[in-house]
Nanobody, 123 residues
Framework: QVQLVESGGGSVQAGGSLRLSCAASGRTSTSYMAWFRQAPGEEREFVATIRWSGGNTYYADSVKGRFTISRDNAKNTVYLQLNSLKPEDTAVYYC?????????????????WGQGTQVTVSS
């Protein structure tokens, strides 16, 4: 089983930056990791994904060029660097883990979830 704990959220002004962290324990070496976000009243939205083994990354079009997903295998931690933040980026950001083979962009394809961390961007 995988346990995920997010941190690093906060409130920033538009154009600012944050770095989110996801500390993972369990079967991390065989997992595909992802970040999702969910604004109030909205569906959970895919943001980015990366595999523990291998470095290919995939991003939602809305965040390409602004967000970067990365990992530190020694620390069992996945990061999401958020730059050039916009008010529409405001959401709860969730870390997720997928234990099956292959990358995925749908929330139902992920097996484990963290509790989320709030990101608020003011204009």
């Amino acid at each position: 089983q995988v346990q995920l704990v997010e941190s690093g959220g906060g409130s920033v002004q538009a154009g600012g930056s944050l770095r989110l962290s996801c500390a993972a324990s369990g079967r991390t070496s065989t997992s595909y990791m992802a970040w999702f976000r969910q604004a109030p009243g909205e569906e959970r939205e895919f943001v980015a994904t990366i595999r523990w083994s291998g470095g290919n990354t995939y991003y939602a079009d809305s965040v390409k060029g602004r967000f970067t997903i990365s990992r530190d295998n020694a620390k069992n931690t996945v990061y999401l660097q958020l730059n050039s933040l916009k008010p529409e980026d405001t959401a709860v950001y969730y870390c997720a883990a997928r234990l099956y083979s292959g990358y995925a962009r749908e929330s139902v394809e992920y097996d484990y979830w963290g509790q989320g961390t709030q990101v608020t961007v003011s204009s």
